[in-house]
Structure formats: structure tokens, C-alpha cells
């Protein structure tokens, strides 16, 4: 497909489970965000890669929380040792360097809604 | 550090009745201010960019707006499918991420017909 696509789009597991959420981004962007959204809240960040730069890992909220993105293009979110307060949907966006020398905007998947019981 | 607020948190409008959003931020130079539509069970949806201060963008009922300080989404005689949720955000210049773009929290939109 021509969009951002993310897998699954629902996660139920256990609390102390890991997890890993996909994103297959827009082919031909160089920048993948990933961000956490939680019932009724805006768009938390928790990481980004552009190119072959190092990812910003500034948001992600705790060592439990990693992310690769491979060979510039697919993208795993890995969360070890979930706990209830990670319930929320994941949100994976793609984007391409503009003329400006800013990204254009971001395309965003319909996220992975992930529930720890 | 960066920081976009919006408001109100929500609105309620009669169908045809016109209002604005606001998005305010702060950002150590602006590169790009973005706004999305966001309907439940879905991901954001890019809408428009601005660029610099005075910049106007327009699609159907929708009209974006940009001052130094500041982001105004008109809605012209809204319909009942113009609800959902509308998401502003901003990319700073700031050396320490310099590709962030921070979101605001949104401002929910229900048009009543």
C-alpha cells in the first residue's frame, strides 16, 4: 500500500510480557517517528530516525522501551516487561527532508492499540 | 523547551455556525507548524504547514492562520463530518533534536446538525 502501515493493529498480553510493535513506513521517507497516545491525550514522542543518523531516543520514558529501525526502512518498537501504564496506542509516522531543510509532514499509520491486562 | 497548548479542549457548533482554534506555542525558532485532523480509531491526518508569520492556507471550510505566537484553524460554516479531533504541532530549530516535532493536546470538535 502506498500509506504508513502498522502491526497488529490490536496487542492484548499479560503485564510483564514483552511485546514488539511493527511500522513499514511511506518507501522513500528517511525519517520514522514513533509516539504513545493515551486515552483522550495528545501525541507523547518517544523516538525518531532520520537516515543513517543515530536515533533520538529522548522521549522513550524508560529502559524498558527500544526501538531499530532496519536497513533505513522497517521499523520495531519493543516494550519488555509491560506494565498497565504502557496500555495506550502506539503511533508510527513517516516523513521526507523538504526543500526548506525541515521534514514535510508526517504520515501517520492508524497505530497499534495495545492493552496490558 | 518547546511547547504547544490548545484551546478550547472542546467545541460544540451547530452545523453553519463558524469558529476558530487556537494553537499557541513556543519554540526556539519556528522551521514548520503543523496541523492535523485526527477521527477516532485513526491516525492523524496532515492537513496544512506554515512556514512564517502572516502565511495563510486554506482547504474547503478550513482556513489556517499564523502570527509569531501563535495558530488559528477557521471553520466556515461547518458540516457534521468536519467533527473530530484537530491536532496542532510545531518543529523548532533547537540544536539538541533538531527534528522533533512536538504536539499539542488537541482540540475536539463536535458539529451538530
Known amino acids: 500500500g502506498a500509506g504508513v502501515s502498522q502491526s497488529p493493529s490490536n496487542k492484548v498480553t499479560e503485564k510483564g510480557k514483552d511485546v514488539e510493535l511493527r511500522c513499514d513506513p511511506i518507501s522513500g521517507h528517511t525519517a520514522l517517528y514513533w509516539y504513545r497516545q493515551s486515552l483522550g491525550q495528545g501525541l507523547e514522542f518517544l523516538i525518531y530516525f532520520q537516515g543513517n543518523s543515530a536515533p533520538d531516543k529522548s522521549g522513550l520514558p524508560s529502559d524498558r522501551f527500544s526501538a531499530e529501525r532496519t536497513g533505513g526502512s522497517v521499523s520495531t518498537l519493543t516494550i519488555q516487561r509491560t506494565q498497565q501504564e504502557d496500555s495506550a496506542v502506539y503511533l508510527c509516522?513517516?516523513?521526507?527532508?523538504?526543500?526548506?531543510?525541515?521534514?514535510?509532514?508526517?504520515?501517520f499509520g492508524d497505530g497499534t492499540r495495545l492493552s496490558i491486562l | 523547551e518547546d511547547q504547544v497548548t490548545q484551546s478550547p479542549e472542546a467545541l460544540r457548533l451547530q452545523e453553519g455556525e463558524s469558529s476558530s482554534l487556537n494553537c499557541s506555542y513556543t519554540?526556539?525558532?519556528?522551521?514548520?507548524l503543523f496541523w492535523y485532523r485526527q477521527d477516532p480509531g485513526k491516525g492523524p491526518e496532515f492537513l496544512f504547514t506554515?512556514?512564517?508569520a502572516g502565511e495563510e492556507k486554506e482547504k474547503e471550510r478550513l482556513k489556517a492562520t499564523l502570527t509569531k505566537k501563535e495558530s488559528f484553524l477557521h471553520i466556515t460554516a461547518p458540516k457534521p463530518e468536519d467533527s473530530a479531533t484537530y491536532l496542532c504541532?510545531?518543529?523548532?530549530?533547537?540544536?539538541?533534536?533538531?527534528?522533533?516535532?512536538?504536539f499539542g493536546p488537541g482540540t475536539s470538535l463536535s458539529v451538530i446538525p
Open positions: 509516522a513517516s516523513s521526507q527532508r523538504g526543500v526548506r531543510g525541515s521534514n514535510q509532514p508526517q504520515h
Open positions: 506554515l512556514y512564517s
Open positions: 519554540v526556539s525558532g519556528l522551521r514548520g
Open positions: 504541532a510545531v518543529q523548532g530549530m533547537g540544536k539538541t533534536s533538531y527534528d522533533k516535532v512536538i
